[in-house]
C-alpha cells in the first residue's frame, strides 16, 4: 500500500474531481473504489469518477431491504453510464440465523439489535470487498449528521485499515443538487417525495421541511449517536 502524506492532502485545495483524479492516478483504478448507496452525493461521485475513468470500480452492498426505487435507479444508472456495479451481498448464514432467532423485524427492539442487522446486512459486506483495495471513496459530507461534523477530505480508517476519501465532504445539500441538475444526472424519485437519506426501506422514511437531513435515518434514535458502522473509526482516526 503507497503511503500518503495526509496532513499536506487535506492542507491543498482540490475540487471534487482533482481529489478522485489524483487517488485514481495514485493508487490506480484497481486499488481503490467508490461505495455507492445510490444517494444523490454518490450519483454525483459516479458521474465523476465514470468520466475520468470509465473502467473505475463502483461497488453497491445489497442489503436486501433496499426500495424498490433504489433498484430501479441502479438499473437507470447503469444504463446511463454503460457500466457495472460490484455488487455486495449479506452471507445467507447470518441472515437465516438471525431472523429466524429474532424475527423479521428485531433491529426495531434496541439500538444494539438495529446494529446487529447493519452488522450482517452492510458491514461484513463491506469488509469483503475493502479487502480487495488500498482505499475507498464515499460521498459523506459534513452537514449530513452531527457524527460527521470533523471528517476530513483524505483519512485513514482505523477500523478498516484502509484510506478513505470524501471529496465532497465540504459540499452543501445545495451544493449537490445544482451539480445534479447541471449534468442531468439520474436520482431517485424519492427525493421528491420528502426523503433526504435514503437507505434500507424498513429504517427510513421522509423527513419534514426543517428537519435534519438524516433525521429520516433510524428515526427512532439519538440523532448523535445513527451510524450504521460503515463510517466508524474515521472521523477522529487521521494518521499523520
Not at 168 to 184: G, L, N, P
Not at 192 to 202: D, E, K, T, V
Request: glycine share 6%.
Amino acid at each position: 500500500m503507497r503511503e500518503l502524506d495526509l496532513k499536506a492532502l487535506n492542507s491543498e485545495k482540490k475540487n471534487a474531481a482533482d481529489v478522485i483524479s489524483y487517488i485514481l492516478e495514485m493508487m490506480g483504478p484497481s486499488n481503490i473504489a467508490l461505495a455507492s448507496s445510490l444517494s444523490i452525493e454518490d450519483q454525483v461521485l459516479t458521474h465523476m469518477i465514470l468520466n475520468i475513468n470509465p473502467k473505475a470500480r463502483i461497488f453497491f452492498i445489497d442489503t436486501g431491504r433496499h426500495f424498490q426505487k433504489t433498484y430501479d435507479l441502479m438499473e437507470e444508472t447503469m444504463q446511463s453510464y454503460k457500466f457495472n456495479y460490484e455488487v455486495y451481498a449479506p452471507e445467507n448464514g447470518d441472515i437465516e440465523e438471525t431472523v429466524s432467532r429474532l424475527g423479521p423485524n428485531f433491529f426495531y427492539d434496541s439500538v444494539d439489535s438495529r446494529k446487529r442487522c447493519c452488522e450482517i446486512r452492510k458491514v461484513k459486506p463491506l469488509k469483503r470487498v475493502l479487502g480487495t483495495v488500498d482505499g475507498w471513496i464515499c460521498g459523506l459530507r459534513r452537514d449530513q449528521s452531527p457524527t460527521r461534523q470533523d471528517m476530513k477530505v483524505f483519512e485513514w480508517d482505523n477500523g478498516n485499515s484502509i484510506y478513505k476519501i470524501n471529496p465532497i465532504v465540504f459540499w452543501s445539500e445545495e451544493d449537490v443538487w445544482e451539480y445534479i441538475k447541471a449534468h442531468s444526472i439520474p436520482y431517485s424519485n424519492l427525493y421528491r417525495n420528502g426523503f433526504r437519506s435514503i437507505g434500507c426501506q424498513p429504517c427510513t422514511r421522509a423527513v419534514q421541511p426543517g428537519e435534519d437531513v438524516r433525521s429520516g435515518r433510524w428515526w427512532w434514535e439519538d440523532p448523535d449517536k445513527k451510524e450504521c458502522g460503515l463510517h466508524l473509526g474515521t472521523a477522529h482516526s487521521i494518521k499523520y
